[in-house]
């Protein structure tokens, strides 16, 4: 299902969500695809109706909880948003994926320096997730802290080597300083690998 609506395809996705809905319709996981198609559909209540239910059955639901979370934030409930990640977080506060979602709410509700403090933890809780690095240096690189980005993404480099990413996001920045020998050099590397 994910990977149908990935590509577009609304309906097939639709059709898989529906045909693993009739065979397990209390599985958290499948009405969290269902929720996720209502929302590609833009039929709001339903996705609320089919995230609530797999929080009920899962509360720890990740996926249901990032769907329930997204719905806050597109109907303007920036508060309603905030307090479902604290609240999970209560429950899991060492959760690398869920401090990594926290971080995105609060970076979507305007509170930069709350989302920093999320990824930071996040980073803590699992050093080799390149995701929250990612993020992190995001973050940075919005709020125009070049310098700090940088630093971010040169640890994320050296944790995962191999991460063409990383190290084109160094490059990228290094650039944007005005560093184009480092830049250029860092660029290379990528190229070789």
């Given at each position: 299902v994910?990977?149908?609506?990935?590509?577009?395809?609304?309906?097939?996705?639709?059709?898989?969500?529906?045909?693993?809905?009739?065979?397990?319709?209390?599985?958290?996981?499948?009405?969290?695809?269902?929720?996720?198609?209502?929302i590609?559909?833009?039929?709001?209540?339903?996705?609320?109706?089919?995230?609530?239910?797999?929080?009920?059955?899962?509360?720890?639901?990740?996926?249901?909880?990032?769907?329930?979370?997204?719905?806050?934030?597109?109907?303007?409930?920036?508060?309603?948003?905030?307090?479902?990640?604290?609240?999970?977080?209560?429950?899991?506060?060492?959760?690398?994926?869920?401090?990594?979602?926290?971080?995105?709410?609060?970076?979507?509700?305007?509170?930069?320096?709350?989302?920093?403090?999320?990824?930071?933890?996040?980073?803590?809780?699992?050093?080799?997730?390149?995701?929250?690095?990612?993020?992190?240096?995001?973050?940075?690189?919005?709020?125009?802290?070049?310098?700090?980005?940088?630093?971010?993404?040169?640890?994320a480099?050296?944790?995962?080597?191999?991460?063409?990413?990383?190290?084109?996001?160094?490059?990228?920045?290094?650039?944007?300083?005005?560093?184009?020998?480092?830049?250029?050099?860092?660029?290379?590397?990528?190229?070789?690998?």
């Amino acid at each position: 299902v994910r990977a149908l609506l990935a590509e577009g395809s609304v309906q097939r996705a639709e059709e898989e969500a529906k045909a693993l809905y009739a065979a397990a319709p209390d599985s958290p996981e499948v009405l969290s695809a269902m929720g996720n198609v209502m929302i590609v559909k833009r039929d709001l209540p339903a996705a609320k109706k089919y995230f609530d239910r797999a929080l009920e059955l899962d509360p720890k639901s990740l996926d249901a909880l990032n769907g329930r979370v997204a719905l806050d934030v597109a109907s303007k409930d920036e508060a309603a948003a905030k307090q479902r990640v604290d609240a999970a977080l209560g429950q899991s506060p060492q959760d690398a994926r869920l401090l990594v979602l926290a971080g995105r709410t609060y970076a979507s509700t305007g509170d930069l320096q709350k989302s920093e403090e999320l990824f930071r933890r996040a980073i803590d809780v699992e050093p080799s997730n390149l995701g929250a690095y990612t993020l992190l240096g995001n973050l940075y690189l919005s709020q125009r802290k070049l310098e700090a980005a940088l630093a971010e993404f040169e640890r994320a480099s050296a944790r995962s080597p191999e991460s063409v990413a990383a190290s084109t996001m160094v490059g990228i920045i290094l650039e944007a300083l005005h560093r184009e020998p480092e830049a250029k050099q860092r660029y290379q590397d990528v190229l070789r690998r």
